[in-house]
Nanobody, 118 residues
Framework: QVQLVESGGDLVHPGGSLRLSCRAS????????MGWYRQTPDKERELVAV???????KYSESMKERFTISRDSARNSVYLTMTDMRSEDTAVYFC??????WGPGEYWGQGTQVTVSS
């Protein structure tokens, strides 16, 4: 059974930082491109960042200066470090696993809520 479990979502003040984690099980993690996506009630789910099995990364243009994606194969985990956060970063953030593609792939986590507010 494949599981992607996100954690780390929280309420953060504008300008603050947050680190999200996603731990994968049931997949051969090193074979997968892992990604972070986000969604708000009034928008479709959008790409935040992805990282390939080899460590290559792609970012949404509007977030690449503030967000960093990383992975730790020893822990079957992918991380998203967010800095200089803004109210428009408020969303549910989802972890995704994709095989043989940049994604999104078929495996999704349940999401973690991030709220940026003073």
């Amino acid at each position: 059974q494949v599981q992607l479990v996100e954690s780390g979502g929280d309420l953060v003040h504008p300008g603050g930082s947050l680190r999200l984690s996603c731990r994968a099980s049931g997949i051969r993690f090193s074979f997968y491109t892992m990604g972070w996506y986000r969604q708000t009630p009034d928008k479709e789910r959008e790409l935040v960042a992805v990282i390939s099995r080899g460590g290559n990364t792609k970012y949404s243009e509007s977030m690449k200066e503030r967000f960093t994606i990383s992975r730790d194969s020893a822990r079957n985990s992918v991380y998203l470090t967010m800095t200089d956060m803004r109210s428009e970063d408020t969303a549910v953030y989802f972890c995704n696993g994709a095989r043989d593609t940049w994604g999104p792939g078929e495996y999704w986590g349940q999401g973690t809520q991030v709220t940026v507010s003073s």
